[in-house]
C-alpha cells in the first residue's frame, strides 16, 4: 500500500471513529446504514445503529492490585508480532516490567484462553469479534478497536506470472495452470479466511460488475494451498519458492523488501462503510472453528477476565492507542483507529486509563460493538 493510500485510510477510519463524514460514511444525524451480516456460527457481523461519541469518565479499575506487575503475558494475532515485538523494549523500558507475547493466529489465541484454560494480560485479535463474539462476558468485560489493515497479493520478481501481473489481471494471473497460492489456516487464523473472502467477493456483484466469474474463482481455490497456520509463516515459504503468490494483510507485504498488489476495495476488505461492509457481508467461510463472514477488517485488543496483571494489562492497552504506540502501528504498515473505540455498552468496565484516549460509541459505521 502507498503511503498516499495508507493516509487516506487512516482518514476515513479516522472519520468513521468520530463520526464525522467525509465521504459520507454516515448519513446525515449520525446514523449507519444497517447491514445485515449473518451466519451460521462463529464470528458473524453487525449491523449499523446510531452512534454514541461520548467518551465518559470511567473510573473501573484496572486490576485489583495495588501495584503494577513486574511480568506480562500477551496472546496476539500473528499480525501484531512486528509492531508488538517494536512496543516490547519501549514498554518495558518504560515501566521496568518484562513482556512474554506468544503469536498466533487470532483464533487459536482465542481459544487459548477460552478453551485451554490459560491466562493472558492482554489479548490482541485481528478480528475484533473474536473477542465480542468469544471473549466477553465469561472471559472479559470490555476490547478496543484499535487498528485496521488490508488484504494484499505478495510474490517474488521471479514467481510464474510476475512479469504480467497487475492490479487490474491479478485474477487472471494466479488462476493459470502451475501457478501456486498460499494464505494461512482459516480455521486458526483470520487471515486464512479473509484469503478466502477476498477470492469469493472477486466473483460476486458489486455495483453492477465483478472481477471475474465462477469458473476463475475455482481454478484461484483450486491453485490454493495452505501450508501454515499463521501469516506471519508465509513470507519465509515465499521466499524459498515453495510459493508463488502469497494472499495476506499489506501490513506485511508493504513492509517486506518483495514486490506487491494492492488490491481493489471491493474485495480487500478495508473500508468501514454500509455500503462495502453489505458487499463484503456475502462472503462466508465454513471452517471447523465456526463459520466466518465477511466485514471490514478492524483489530480488537482486552485484558481478559483471566489476567493475572490486569492493571500492566491495561498499561499496554493505553501504550498501542495512544501517542508512541499508533506511531509503531503505521510504522509497520498498520493504520490505527484514531481515536480508538470501545463500545458504550461496557464503558463502564474499561480502565479509565485506556477510557481517556478512546470514544465509547455504540457502532463503528456498519460494524456493531
Known sequence: MTKQRREQQQREWHDVATG?????????GGAAGAVALAGCTGIQGGNGGNTDTTTGTSDSSSGSQSSMADSLTIFHAGSLETPFSAAQPKFEEKYDVTVNREAK??????????KLGRKADVLGVSDFRLIRNRVLSEYGDWY??????????QYREDSK?????SKDNWWEVLSRDGVTIGHSDPAVDPSGYRAVMTQQLGKIPFQGSKLYD?????????????????????????KSGKLDYALYYQSISSTSDMPYIDLQPQVDLSKATS????????A?????????????????ITVPSVAEASKLGSKWVEFMINGQGQEILKDKGLVPV????????SKDAVPSNVLKHANAKSSLGPLKL
Request: hydrophobic share 30%.
Open 20 to 28: 464525522h463524514s467525509r465521504r459520507a460514511f454516515l448519513k446525515t
Open 105 to 114: 493466529g487470532s483464533v487459536a489465541s482465542t481459544k487459548k484462553i477460552t
Open 144 to 153: 478496543s478497536i484499535f487498528t485496521t489493515n488490508s488484504m494484499s497479493i
Open 161 to 165: 506470472g510476475a512479469d504480467d501481473i
Open 214 to 238: 465462477q469458473s476463475t474463482y475455482k481454478k484461484l481455490r483450486k491453485n490454493s494451498t495452505v501450508p501454515t497456520g499463521t501469516e506471519t509463516n508465509l513470507e519465509g515459504q515465499l
Open 275 to 282: 455500503k462495502y461492509a453489505k458487499h463484503y457481508s456475502k
Open 284 to 300: 462466508k467461510v465454513e471452517t471447523d472453528a465456526g463459520t466466518f463472514t465477511g466485514a471490514p477488517i478492524a483489530y480488537g
Open 338 to 345: 484514531d481515536p480508538a473505540v470501545v463500545p458504550a455498552s
